[in-house]
């Protein structure tokens, strides 16, 4: 449909022809702003601060964690409320083949006369029952205390994998990065030796060059077109677990991030052994705790050994039809009936069974000892890892660095003496091929030195402060 035909009365009146200009002109304007509002939003290049927030929000695993401390709040509330005990509705329907009393007989009762005494053979009872243990060896009151050491090593724990999930975050970003640069300069490669094969080939076809170059270079190119397939191939992948991390589909493109290696210098390495700040780590807390847990189950355990007191105490109505021997036959009848008492248990003999539980709460409190040494050792040590493979990364993006300026400028003199025929075709392949390897080696030593940062941040559980 055309909207600019005009009429012939438009064609007798411009100032029609260019209101319905305006008209449509304001419209475009319209959709075009709002497309350019709405734009920025979805088209936003994503930073790896902004990766970090998403994967904060979004990571199922870590809505899990923070599920798991939930669970260890309504833990403690459930310890705190059997302190007071538990109150239960009660209610029962009992046949007997002969009758029975609404409540126990007394002297006072019989003296009234056998035949006025409630029997029934359906004997209903409803009433309340209230239950309270008074004391039980200080069990309970370790096991809340055991619920709330709990709490505080899930809290530990969430915190823990916060800093695992910013790390791996991290790290998958700038490896994607690195692998993009790679992919980069693997198409630049690529595109070279595309161009040196078709040197070739048209020299080949002069005359000037031997068929045998003509294949070493088409043999070179289809590798190097495998390894870009190859770089591919692995960033989608990469992506893929990013995006699987964030919660989001699909996946916006990564902004690049700033590189600057520095190294740490030796010295203060060897004399900064992180010591000061192991004590402030998670990982070493929730370990303790994980001791003082243990240590409170051995006392719990052995609550056993000592007398268990209970109080109970119950009211409710005895009721039910009055049977046939009875004056009042079929007439129904209640009775009140309550009671409250004490009940003492303690268990002077068990085969064994007390003694095996609290040998088994020393077992586990012996190993949570054992894995707290562990766990500071473990510490140590890939604090060490990391501050050595930050010197590497650097050592190697310097070396890196200076190797590809020397293979370039291999490469160009290599192309000179081929295009002189001062030299065969292996010695420029070759050529081309290191300078190439020390481009890849660069760019991901500069990578690296970005991922052995994040390593030694999440080691220190500074992954949120960076």
């Given at each position: 449909m055309n909207y600019f035909k005009k009429t012939d009365g438009d064609e007798k009146n411009p100032a029609t022809v260019g209101l319905t200009l305006l008209k449509y002109l304001l419209m475009i304007g319209i959709l075009c702003q709002s497309f350019w509002i709405a734009a920025p939003a979805e088209c936003a290049d994503l930073t790896i601060e902004k990766c970090v927030e998403l994967a904060l929000q979004n990571n199922p695993d870590l809505q899990r964690q923070r599920l798991n401390l939930k669970l260890a709040d309504e833990d403690i509330s459930d310890q705190k409320s059997q302190d007071f005990g538990r109150l239960d509705i009660v209610s029962s329907y009992t046949h007997y083949n002969l009758p029975r009393t609404l409540a126990p007989m007394t002297p006072g009762l019989v003296t009234t006369g056998p035949e006025k005494v409630a029997t029934t053979e359906n004997l209903f009872n409803a009433g309340i029952v209230y239950e309270v243990a008074l004391f039980t060896g200080f069990a309970r009151t370790r096991t809340l205390e055991i619920a709330t050491l709990q709490k505080e090593i899930a809290d530990k724990n969430l915190k823990l994998n916060r800093e695992q999930l910013i790390y791996n975050v991290k790290t998958l970003y700038v490896n994607i990065l690195s692998l993009q640069a790679q992919k980069n300069a693997q198409i630049a490669h690529v595109e070279a030796l595309q161009r040196l094969h078709d040197n070739v080939t048209r020299e080949v076809q002069l005359g000037k060059k031997a068929r045998v170059d003509q294949l070493k270079t088409a043999a070179d190119l289809k590798n190097a077109e495998a390894q870009q397939t190859r770089i591919e191939a692995n960033i989608t992948i990469m992506k893929a677990s990013l995006a699987n991390l964030l919660g989001v589909e699909p996946l916006a493109k990564l902004k690049d991030v700033t590189l600057s290696p520095k190294l740490i210098d030796s010295e203060m390495v060897r004399e900064q052994d992180f010591t000061g700040e192991l004590a402030d780590l998670k990982r070493l807390q929730s370990a303790q705790l994980s001791i003082e847990k243990n240590t409170k189950l051995i006392q719990k355990e052995g609550g056993a050994l000592y007398p268990q007191i209970v109080l109970n105490a119950g009211y409710g109505q005895n009721f039910g039809p009055n049977d046939s021997s009875n004056e009042s036959s079929g007439d129904w009848e209640n009775q009140e009936t309550w009671q409250a008492g004490l009940n003492l248990?303690?268990?002077?003999?068990?085969?064994?069974?007390?003694?095996?539980?609290?040998?088994?709460?020393?077992?586990?409190?012996?190993?949570?000892?054992?894995?707290?040494?562990?766990?500071?050792?473990?510490?140590?040590?890939?604090?060490?890892?990391?501050?050595?493979?930050?010197?590497?990364?650097?050592?190697?993006?310097?070396?890196?660095?200076?190797?590809?300026?020397?293979?370039?400028?291999?490469?160009?003199?290599?192309?000179?003496?081929?295009?002189?025929?001062?030299?065969?075709?292996?010695?420029?392949?070759?050529?081309?091929?290191?300078?190439?390897?020390a481009e890849s080696r660069f760019i991901a030593a500069g990578y690296n030195y970005k991922t052995a940062r994040f390593y030694i941040d999440y080691l220190l559980e500074n992954g949120e402060n960076r």
């Open positions: 248990k303690w268990n002077i003999f068990d085969f064994g069974s007390t003694k095996a539980k609290l040998r088994k709460a020393r077992i586990r409190e012996s190993q949570s000892r054992h894995d707290r040494t562990k766990t500071e050792l473990e510490l140590k040590r890939a604090l060490k890892e990391a501050v050595t493979k930050i010197n590497t990364a650097v050592t190697d993006y310097n070396s890196a660095q200076a190797e590809l300026a020397l293979t370039k400028e291999t490469e160009t003199i290599e192309e000179l003496r081929f295009s002189q025929g001062a030299a065969d075709i292996n010695d420029l392949l070759a050529a081309k091929a290191r300078n190439q390897l």
